[in-house]
C-alpha cells in the first residue's frame, strides 16, 4: 500500500488531473458517483454535479440511490474479484446511465519500455502471477461475460496527465511526447514514440495502450478523438474533438473556461474577415455557444509531405513546398511595420529598427505552419487550426521562421540546408534572434505551467540501454548460483531460494547502498556483512562483497540496492580516504575532549 499511496499521491496533487474527462460529453445537472481517492477530482465533480464520492467497499451505504454516472477512478487495478464489484457498480446506475473506468493495462508499452509497474514498484510486475491488472482482452471476456457493451478509449500518455485520448476509429500516429514517470529510476529500452506509431501502423496500439478509459452503456459516443490543450492560460484552454456521425465528421473546439469565449469570437472574426482566393481557403467554421464547429478536411497536410522530400533526400521538392508556404503568407494586404500595444503585449519589446523593412501582414494567423496546410482531395489547399490571430503588424519571416522552427521534418535536414532555407526567405542570424525572443514572449503570453515541469522536480534518473550495454557485467552469487546481469547502477534481483541461510556474493569490491532485502515480501534487518564499514545504508568493500542472511523460509528473496562502483580501481583509494578522515575525526573528538583544549577554547 505504501508504493500505491507514493504514486497516486503524485498524480493526484496535478491540476491536469481532470484532462481526462475534460473532453467527455456529460450531460448538466446529472447524479454522478466519484470511486476514488483523487481529492482535484472530487472537486471538478462537486462543481458540475450532484456529486458523492465513496469507495467500492462502501458500496452498501447508498442504499437504493442510482446514478447518471459512475466513476471508477483506479480501483480496479489493485483489485482481485472484479466481477463482484463490477455487477454491485452496473446496479446502481440508471436505466441510462454510464459506468466509466479508468485503469491501466497490464501489457502497457511503458511496462516493456523501462517503467516500473506501478502497484508493485517492480520492472516487469505486471507479468507476474500476483498482479491485479487486467489486459484488454481480458476486460472484454468479464464485459463478454455480463453481457455488457463497452466502448474504449487509449488516454495517452495514460488516465492520469492526458493529452490525447485516441479510440478503435481514430488511432493517430502523431504521437511525440515521451512518457514521462514519477518513478526516481526507469530504464530506456527503446523509443517509445517511435513503437507506438509501429503499432498504429500494424492495428496493435490498444492491446499495448498504456491505459484504458471504459465507457459501459446502451448508447455509444460519437467523439472519436480529442485533444486536451490545457496547459494554457484559461482564456485560451481548449479542447479540440473529432466527431463521427454514420459516415460524416466534423471538428469541434470546445472552450474550457468561460473566459475563451472571447478567444473563439476574434478566431470566428478572422474566418469572416478572410477573403477568397484560387490558392487556398480557411477552413470554415461557425460559432454555437462555447463551440467552435470546422467542417472536417481530408486530405494530407505539407508536413507529412515535407516528410517524404526528407527521406528522399529532395531539397528543390523541399524549397517548392516552403515557397507554397510563402506565397500563401504573402497573399494579403503587405503593410509596413508599426507596433502598437497587441504586438507588445503578445511578442514584447523588440528591436524596432530590425523589422522597419520587413514585409507585413495585419490581422493575421501567425500559425501557418506546415502540419496546419492540407492539400485537399480536391488538389487545393485549406489552412485549419487558424487559433492565433493577432490584430497587430506581423513580419511575413516571422511567420516563416516559425514554420521551420516547428517543423519535425525540417529538423532532419542538416545545419546546411536549414540555414539555406532561413537565408531564402531573408531570416538572417540578427533575425533568428529577434524572433527566437518573439515566438519565447508568445508562448509565455498563451502558456500555463507545463504537465513535464512536474516530473522535472522529481528528479528521475533515466538508464539508457544503449548507453547500459558499454558498461561493466556485475556478477551476484546466490548460495553458490552465480548470475551475471547489465551493471546498471540500480538493480533489482530475486531469485527463488529453498528454506535455509543464504549467502550472497558480489564477483568484485564494490561500493553499494542497500536499499533492501526481502523474503516473501518481509524486510530483512539482521544481515551480516563482511564491509570495511558502513555509512547509513552505504556499504564499503574492499574484498569481494558478502552478505549473510539467516533464514528459515522457502520462497521469493529479493534485493534492491544502487552499485556506486564495482570493480574500479579507485575503490581502495576512496575507502582509504574515507577510513582516514573517520580516523583523523576521532582523534579531532578526544583533542576537542580534552582539558587543554576547552581552556584554550574558553581563554578571553
Keep these: 500500500m505504501k508504493q500505491i499511496r507514493k504514486y497516486r499521491d503524485f498524480y493526484n496533487n496535478i491540476k491536469y488531473r481532470t484532462n481526462v474527462f475534460e473532453w467527455y460529453p456529460f450531460k448538466e445537472n446529472a447524479k454522478l458517483l466519484y470511486v476514488g481517492d483523487s481529492a482535484i477530482l472530487e472537486s471538478y465533480f462537486l462543481q458540475r454535479f450532484k456529486c458523492c464520492t465513496t469507495s467500492l467497499s462502501n458500496l452498501d451505504t447508498l442504499n437504493d440511490s442510482t446514478f447518471d454516472y459512475i466513476i471508477v477512478d483506479g480501483e480496479f487495478d489493485c483489485m482481485d474479484d472484479k466481477e463482484t464489484a463490477l455487477c454491485d457498480l452496473l446496479h ?11 485503469t491501466n493495462n497490464k501489457l502497457a508499452l511503458r511496462y516493456f519500455a523501462g517503467v516500473k509497474e506501478f502497484e508493485s514498484d517492480e520492472f516487469f510486475g505486471n507479468l507476474k502471477k500476483h498482479t491485479n491488472l487486467y489486459s484488454k482482452n481480458q476486460w472484454d471476456t468479464l464485459f463478454s461475460k455480463l453481457k455488457v457493451h463497452a466502448q474504449y478509449y487509449y488516454p495517452y500518455p495514460d488516465y492520469f496527465l492526458t493529452t490525447q485520448v485516441l479510440s478503435d476509429e481514430w488511432l493517430t500516429g502523431n504521437i511525440n511526447l515521451e512518457y514521462e514517470d514519477c518513478h526516481e529510476f526507469r530504464y530506456c529500452f527503446f523509443n517509445e514514440n517511435i513503437a507506438l506509431q509501429s503499432l498504429v501502423e500494424s492495428g496493435d496500439f490498444a492491446t499495448f495502450s498504456n491505459s484504458f478509459m ?16 490545457s496547459e494554457r ?43 477568397h482566393n484560387d490558392l487556398f481557403y480557411y477552413c470554415p467554421v461557425q460559432l454555437e455557444k462555447n463551440t467552435l464547429i470546422f467542417d472536417f478536411i481530408k486530405g494530407e497536410n505539407l508536413e507529412s509531405i515535407v516528410n517524404g522530400y526528407v527521406k528522399h533526400d529532395q531539397l528543390d521538392k523541399i524549397i517548392e513546398i516552403m515557397d507554397l508556404l510563402y506565397k500563401i503568407n504573402t497573399c494579403g494586404d503587405i503593410v509596413d511595420f508599426k507596433v502598437n500595444q497587441e504586438f507588445m503585449d503578445v511578442f514584447g519589446k523588440q528591436d524596432e529598427s530590425l523589422l522597419l523593412d520587413q514585409k507585413c501582414i495585419r490581422f493575421c494567423d501567425i500559425d501557418v505552419i506546415l502540419e496546419n496546410v492540407i492539400l485537399t482531395q480536391n488538389h487545393t489547399y485549406s489552412i485549419l487550426d487558424y487559433e492565433w490571430v493577432f490584430d497587430c503588424t506581423i513580419p511575413v519571416s516571422f511567420i516563416m521562421y516559425r514554420a521551420i522552427l516547428h517543423s519535425i521534418a525540417l529538423s532532419k535536414l542538416n545545419e546546411e540546408e536549414i540555414e539555406k532555407i532561413y537565408l531564402r526567405y531573408g531570416i538572417t542570424e540578427e533575425l533568428k534572434t529577434l524572433y527566437l525572443s518573439m515566438e519565447e514572449n508568445f508562448q509565455h503570453y498563451v502558456s500555463d505551467e507545463k504537465i513535464s515541469d512536474y516530473y522535472n522536480k522529481s528528479r528521475m534518473y533515466l538508464l539508457d540501454l544503449h548507453k547500459e550495454e558499454e558498461k561493466d557485467l556485475l556478477d551476484i552469487i546466490v548460495n553458490g548460483q552465480k548470475n551475471t546481469l547489465f551493471n546498471s547502477k ?78 574500479e580501481d579507485c575503490i581502495d583509494n576512496i575507502i582509504n580516504l574515507i577510513d582516514t578522515n573517520h580516523r583523523l575525526n576521532q582523534e579531532l573528538s578526544e583533542i576537542k575532549e580534552s582539558k587543554i583544549y576547552r581552556l584554550t577554547k574558553n581563554k578571553i
Design 490 to 567: 540500480q538493480m533489482h534481483y530475486e531469485t527463488n531460494v529453498e528454506n535455509q541461510d543464504v549467502n550472497i556474493e558480489f564477483g568484485k569490491k564494490s561500493i553499494l547502498k542497500l536499499n533492501s532485502i526481502k523474503m516473501n515480501g518481509d524486510l530483512i534487518s539482521d544481515f551480516k556483512t563482511n564491509a570495511s564499514f558502513v555509512i547509513n545504508d552505504d556499504y564499503y568493500f574492499i574484498e569481494t562483497p558478502k552478505i549473510y542472511v539467516p533464514n528459515q523460509k522457502s520462497g521469493l528473496l529479493e534485493i534492491d540496492f544502487f552499485m556506486y562502483y564495482y570493480g
Design 92 to 102: 446502481k446506475l440508471d436505466l441510462e446511465g454510464q459506468l466509466i473506468l479508468l
Design 214 to 229: 471504459i465507457i459501459l452503456s446502451n448508447h455509444k459516443s460519437n467523439i472519436i478523438y480529442s485533444k486536451i490543450s
Design 233 to 275: 492560460k484559461d482564456n485560451f484552454k481548449i479542447c479540440t474533438s473529432i466527431l463521427k456521425d454514420q459516415d460524416t465528421y466534423r471538428v469541434e473546439k470546445i472552450a474550457l473556461d468561460p473566459s475563451g469565449i472571447s478567444h473563439f469570437e476574434r478566431i470566428h472574426q478572422f474566418y469572416k474577415a478572410t477573403k
